[in-house]
């Protein structure tokens, strides 16, 4: 899905992605739907969207959306010329890659290929997961509450892209 409210930057970006289904969304209403309606795996997002085309608030507002309702969904953010600090501040709020025009469709499209590409692995796994089913934790042998406690801990944590911190006196199986 292609969120850009510049009409000829939408023509331009639809027809560099032409091996791909592409919507195309102008506005942050629109792009909602789409991903409410597609799911697509990938997004390339311009951060200066309508009512507020100049600014950036429209668009990491968006980001946000499109993360909490398709969090596996990869956005790439497309920024202005010179302006890394919006886009380091996209990725780190999870956005998986960022892109600065002008647009090479060459480049942006090997972007948009391997973000398609991850995307696509992590469902085959988590596919993967379900059929061989179980727990990640099937082997570990623990009987405690305090250690039962830990492990749905783990369990909930382990799909997710997330780094933890496991504190604990040396010796006692952190590392499992």
């Known amino acids: 899905m292609i969120v850009e409210d510049d009409p000829g930057l939408q023509s331009q970006l639809k027809w560099s992605f032409e091996n791909f289904e592409v919507a195309v969304a102008e506005d942050r ?8 309606r597609l799911e697509p795996p990938v997004v390339t997002l311009d951060l200066g969207l309508p009512p507020d085309p100049g600014g950036v608030t429209q668009g990491f507002a968006l980001l946000e959306e499109i993360l909490a309702l398709a969090p596996d969904t990869k956005v790439i953010v497309v920024t202005g010329h010179n302006d890394r600090t919006n ?26 290929q391997r973000a398609a590409r991850l995307y696509h692995i992590e469902q085959e796994n988590r596919r993967l997961q379900t059929v061989h089913g179980g727990s990640l934790l099937e082997g570990l042998i623990a009987s405690s509450p305090e250690m039962m406690k830990v492990v749905r801990t783990v369990e909930k ?14 010796g006692t199986g952190k590392e499992v």
């Open 87 to 112: 886009a380091m501040r996209a990725i780190a709020m999870g956005a998986y890659d960022f892109y600065e025009k002008p647009i090479d469709p060459d480049l942006l499209g090997m972007t948009v």
């Open 157 to 170: 944590l382990a799909p997710t892209d997330v780094s933890t911190l496991i504190l604990g006196e040396s």
């Open 29 to 36: 209403e629109g792009a909602i739907a789409h991903l409410r």
